[in-house]
């Protein structure tokens, strides 16, 4: 797989991690066009709270993409009940790029790293996307396909046994 040009690397989520996967989180909530954004503490409620606090647990993956030492994007995977649960063996996707590095192949790369990983452990992976979201065809391209859906979001998975 190409590096992207520059000083941009990939390497494992860390404990450490943490404080700049709450930023993640709140970067990965989708906006619609036009609407306000919303408030920072909203990463703090426990529905979404859940992706992140206490990171580094035995189950948690990650994959951190790194420009010149500083973290730019997190693709990271968590076994929870979250928007996108299927079942407790399949852990949950959730994935961020910093807007500036958006749309240059990071989110990509970095799911592409982490599905590799976790082969090693899990047989599939699922996320929750809105129905909205443009994210949606970057998972339909990496193969996951919808298992459900309501009027604003859907639930994807992709089978890592494949
Ligand atoms: C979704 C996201 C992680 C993809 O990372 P990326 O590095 O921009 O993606 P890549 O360059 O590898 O691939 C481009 C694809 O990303 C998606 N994408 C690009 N910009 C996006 C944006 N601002 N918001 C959502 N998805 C975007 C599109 O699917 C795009 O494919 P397209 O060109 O066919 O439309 C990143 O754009 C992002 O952080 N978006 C906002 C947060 C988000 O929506 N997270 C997912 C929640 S389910």
Known sequence: MAEPAGCLTFRPSTRDDEPFLWEMLYQAIFVPHGMPLPDR??????????????????DDMGVAAVDAGIP???????????????DDQTPELSVAVLPEYRGQGLG??????????AKSRYHAVSLS???????????????????SRDDASMTMRIDLDQ
């Not at 990463?43 to 709270?49: F, I, R």
């Not at 990509?108 to 990983?117: C, D, F, H, N």
């Not at 129905?131 to 339909?140: F, S």
């Open 41 to 58: 503490d909203i990463v703090k409620h426990s529905n979404l709270a859940r992706y992140v606090e206490g990171w580094g647990r035995i």
């Open 72 to 86: 730019v994007g997190a693709a990271w995977l968590r076994l929870m009940i979250g928007y996108g649960y299927v």
């Open 108 to 117: 990509t790369q970095m799911i592409e790293r982490l599905l590799q990983v």
């Open 129 to 147: 996307v809105s129905v909205d979201n443009p994210a949606r065809r970057l998972y339909e391209r990496l193969g996951f396909k919808a298992v």
